[in-house]
C-alpha cells in the first residue's frame, strides 16, 4: 500500500511544484489567505467590516486623499481582546469628519467637510476639549455665559495646558487617509472592503469543501465498497440530488437556512458532494478487486478499517484534484448569490455584492468599482482552477 507520504516521496508532488502556473498559483492564494487572515493589521479602515462611511466622499478614484478630523467619541467604548481586534476588527474610540478647511478659534476648532462642489461644504463648530478627550461638555465642563471655563477644567481633569492642546489637536487630531482602491458609493474604502470580503470567499471554499468531502467520501465509500441494496438506494440518491440544477439547489437550501453568513456555507458545501461521492465510489469499486484488499480480508479486518485505512489512502489523488474544482466553485457560486442579493447579507463585505452595489458604474467613468472585485474573483477563481490542472498532471500516471 502506498501511503501519502510515499506519494510525497516518489516525485508527484515534486511535478506539480515544478509547474510554474501551479506555484504561481499556490503563492498567490497563499499570500491572499495571510492578507484575509490579518487584514486588521493593515487595512486602512479598522472598524467592523470596514463599515465606516463618509457619504460626502462617494465614489472617489484610487490614489484620493483627504484629511479627517479625529473626534473622541463621548461614550465609553468596549475593549475587545487582542485576538478579537486582530480578527474582526474593534469598535472605534473616534469620529472621522472629512476636512476640506479649518482653524482654531478661541477654545474652538471649525471645520468645513469636505465638498467636491464650488461651494464650502457643511460647517462644524467642536470645543478643543471635546475633540481630543472622551468627555461630556454640557455635563463635566462648567459654563460661564456662552464661554467655556476650560482653564479650570483642564487643571483639575487632564493637566495640560492651551498650548498643548493646540498642538495636540493639529499634529494628532488632524490626519490624511489614503484610498488605494477609492472609495465606494457609500464613501467607504474599497481595499479594505475588498481584503475582508477575501473572508467571505476564502471562508466559503474550505467550508464548503470540508462539507462535500464529509458526505461524499462516506456515501461515495459505501456506494463502492458494497454491492446490491446499498449501492442501489446511494445511487438513486446522488442521481436525485444531480438532477437538480446546484444554483436552484443552493437557492432553495438558502430559502430554508435563512440568509446570513454561516447559512450560505452550508447551503454550498451540500451540493457540491454529488462529484465527490461519484468520483470516489468509482475508485473504491476499482480498489475493491485488488489483491491487498483480500489479503485484509484474510487477515481478518474489519470492512471500516478495510475501507478507511486501506482504500481511503489509495485514492486521495483524485479527491485532492476534484477538491481544487470545488473550491472554485463554491467561490463562484458565493458571488453569484450575493450578487442576486441572498448570499451573505451587509454589511458583511462579499466580492459578489460589490460587484451587485456597483454594476451599474460600469457605464460611466466609475467602472472599476465593479471591476476590481470582480478581476479578484476570476484570479481567485483562475489560480484555483490551475492548481486542479497541475495536481492532474502530476498525479496522472499515463501522463508521466
Do not use: C
Not at 437557492?251 to 458532494?273: D, E, N, P, R, S
Amino acid at each position: 500500500m502506498k501511503d501519502l507520504k510515499e506519494k510525497i516521496s516518489s516525485g508527484e508532488w515534486k511535478r506539480f511544484l515544478s509547474n510554474p502556473l501551479s506555484l504561481a498559483s499556490i503563492i498567490f492564494i497563499g499570500v491572499l489567505v495571510l492578507f484575509a487572515l490579518f487584514a486588521y493589521v493593515f487595512i486602512p479602515d479598522k472598524s467592523s467590516n470596514a463599515n465606516q462611511q463618509h457619504l460626502e466622499l462617494a465614489t472617489k478614484k484610487p490614489g484620493f486623499e483627504a484629511r479627517f478630523l479625529k473626534r473622541r467619541i463621548n461614550e465609553p467604548v468596549e475593549k475587545g481582546s487582542i485576538i478579537e481586534s486582530l480578527f474582526a476588527g474593534k469598535k472605534t474610540s473616534y469620529e472621522f469628519y472629512s476636512i476640506e478647511k479649518f482653524y482654531i478659534k478661541g477654545d474652538s476648532i471649525i471645520i468645513f467637510e469636505y465638498n467636491e462642489g464650488s461651494g464650502r461644504g457643511l460647517k462644524r463648530v467642536f470645543h478643543l476639549i471635546d475633540v481630543a478627550f472622551s468627555v461630556d461638555t454640557e455635563r463635566e465642563i462648567e459654563r460661564d455665559g456662552e464661554n467655556y471655563s476650560f482653564y479650570e477644567y483642564l487643571g483639575k481633569k487632564n493637566n495640560i495646558s492651551r498650548q498643548e492642546l493646540t498642538s495636540l489637536i493639529r499634529n494628532e487630531m488632524i490626519t490624511k487617509k489614503k484610498f488605494v482602491f477609492g472609495t465606494d458609493r457609500f464613501g467607504r474604502d474599497l481595499f479594505s472592503r475588498l481584503i475582508i470580503g477575501a473572508r467571505v470567499s476564502l471562508s466559503v471554499g474550505f467550508i464548503a469543501v470540508f462539507i462535500s468531502l464529509l458526505i461524499g467520501i462516506l456515501l461515495g465509500s459505501l456506494a463502492g465498497y458494497y454491492d446490491g441494496m446499498i449501492d442501489n438506494i446511494i445511487m438513486w440518491f446522488i442521481n436525485v440530488i444531480w438532477s437538480v440544477p446546484t444554483l436552484l439547489m443552493v437557492i432553495a437550501l438558502t430559502m430554508v437556512l435563512g440568509k446570513g453568513f454561516w447559512q450560505i456555507f452550508v447551503a454550498v458545501g451540500l451540493t457540491m458532494w454529488v462529484e465527490v461521492a461519484r468520483v470516489v465510489r468509482g475508485e473504491v469499486m476499482s480498489q475493491r478487486k485488488l489483491e491487498y484488499v483480500d489479503a485484509a480480508r484474510v487477515s481478518g479486518l474489519n470492512d471500516f478499517r478495510i475501507l478507511f485505512r486501506h482504500i481511503l489512502p489509495n485514492i486521495l489523488s483524485p479527491i485532492i484534484i476534484i477538491s481544487a474544482a470545488n473550491f472554485a466553485s463554491a467561490i463562484l457560486i458565493e458571488a453569484g448569490l450575493s450578487f442576486l442579493g441572498i448570499g451573505v447579507q451587509p454589511p458583511v463585505p462579499s466580492w459578489g455584492t460589490m460587484i451587485r452595489d456597483h454594476y451599474g458604474y460600469i457605464i460611466v467613468d466609475k467602472a472599476y468599482l465593479a471591476f476590481i472585485p470582480g478581476i479578484s474573483i476570476m484570479l481567485l477563481v483562475l489560480s484555483f482552477t490551475l492548481i486542479g490542472n497541475g495536481l492532474r498532471d502530476a498525479f496522472d500516471v499515463k501522463a508521466n
